[in-house]
T-cell receptor, first 114, second 115 residues
Framework: GENVEQHPSTLSVQEGDSAVIKCTYSDSASNYFPWYKQELGKGPQLIID?????GEKKDQRIAVTLNKTAKHFSLHITETQPEDSAVYFC?????????????FGRGTQLTVWP | DSGVTQTPKHLITATGQRVTLRCSPR?????VYWYQQSLDQGLQFLIQ???????AKGNILERFSAQQFPDLHSELNLSSLELGDSALYFCASSAGPSGGAGEQFFGPGTRLTVL
């Protein structure tokens, strides 16, 4: 199965600063790269995703970049706000697979200090 | 609100007991997934059902079983419970059989405590 690693495991930033979380994966068949955000007491929620034919995708303050050769993709959050504080998970997958499982990383606890 | 509902929200039980967790997917979604989240193991995939049939199995113990009913709701049965089974159990749903093709919508979870 897929081996997924996230770094760092914890990240503290000042409000307004940028945050970057990196995810490395092992399965070269992976072609779908989502990031999920889990707030305290809630289930994970998709915040952004990218397909393998695209190198970068941006949605307001959030962006994801992909380096398929090196098998890693990153989540970038700019102008961080206290409400960005949560645990973030990457979950690379093979869209061509008939199976729907997601291999989640161990998560990154992001804390944004006001 | 993701549209996925899970009951109960909290469950406290003793070792050796059996419990049932229930999940209702988003309207129209045919796939249901179960995940276990614990501090030491992270978020682990247990099992997937699509339109009533088992689709994929992950790290699910033999003491655990699941099913998806004709109305598409799903139940996860945990038996002979051990202290280590204490965790958050999430249900997620997606439209098609291949969740890797897009978004999975997660419910709020059931927190199981085994004493």
């Amino acid at each position: 199965g897929e081996n997924v690693e996230q770094h760092p495991s914890t990240l503290s930033v000042q409000e307004g600063d940028s945050a970057v979380i990196k995810c490395t994966y092992s399965d070269s068949a992976s072609n779908y790269f989502p990031w999920y955000k889990q707030e305290l007491g809630k289930g994970p929620q998709l915040i952004i995703d990218i397909r393998s034919n695209v190198g970068e995708k941006k949605d307001q303050r959030i962006a994801v970049t992909l380096n398929k050769t090196a098998k890693h993709f990153s989540l970038h959050i700019t102008e961080t706000q206290p409400e960005d504080s949560a645990v973030y998970f990457c979950a690379p997958a093979d869209r061509g697979s008939t199976l729907g499982r997601l291999y989640f990383g161990r998560g990154t606890q992001l804390t944004v200090w006001p | 609100d993701s549209g996925v509902t899970q009951t109960p929200k909290h469950l406290i039980t003793a070792t050796g007991q059996r419990v049932t967790l229930r999940c209702s997917p988003r309207s129209g979604d045919l796939s249901v997934y179960w995940y276990q989240q614990s501090l030491d193991q992270g978020l682990q995939f247990l099992i997937q059902y699509y339109n009533g049939e088992e689709r994929a199995k992950g790290n699910i113990l033999e003491r655990f079983s699941a099913q998806q009913f004709p109305d598409l709701h799903s139940e996860l049965n945990l038996s002979s419970l051990e202290l280590g089974d204490s965790a958050l159990y999430f249900c997620a749903s997606s439209a098609g059989p291949s969740g890797g093709a897009g978004e999975q919508f997660f419910g709020p979870g059931t927190r199981l405590t085994v004493l």
